[in-house]
């Protein structure tokens, strides 16, 4: 069986002292998180952070003490069964500014409860449930 690894990034921002979430929705109409095929030589922190400014246009800073990772497993174009692991970190966005890629049709930054009904796999949703437990104990230390 074949095995993929591909890396992503939960973004956040804190706008207006609320967080805020980016998801990308794909052209095939799903949305989910920056995140894309890990390449020979990369870690998987080097991969989501290139995924995030090739799909975003984006930068962020990476938060110590996050991974989370899922595996799946697909049938590819040449009905070969893949098997597929993600790993996703957490991010802050140095800029909202997004500039999406022509993998993805539209953009959203959205606070915790739209972005938890938006996201269109159970598996980036438990990603984002993680994240925004880590997110909000990190970003209420940080203004004590």
């Given at each position: 069986?074949?095995q ?98 022509q ?5 959203l ?36």
């Amino acid at each position: 069986m074949k095995q993929l690894y591909s890396a992503g990034v939960v973004v956040f921002s804190n706008q207006d002292n609320h967080i805020k979430y980016l998801l990308l929705q794909h052209t095939a109409g799903h949305w989910s998180f920056p995140k894309g095929k890990m390449e020979g030589g990369e870690t998987k922190k080097q991969a989501a952070l290139r995924e995030l400014e090739e799909e975003a246009g984006i930068f962020a800073d990476l938060m110590p003490g996050f991974e989370k990772q899922f595996t799946y497993q697909f049938y590819d174009q040449t009905r070969s069964l893949v098997k597929k692991t993600v790993y996703f970190f957490v991010g802050k966005a140095q800029s909202i500014d997004v500039k999406i890629s022509q993998e993805h049709q539209s953009f959203l930054w959205v606070a915790y409860n739209e972005a938890f009904t938006l996201v269109t796999h159970d598996n980036a949703r438990d990603v984002l449930c993680s994240a925004h437990q880590f997110i909000t104990q990190h970003e209420m230390h940080e203004e004590q």
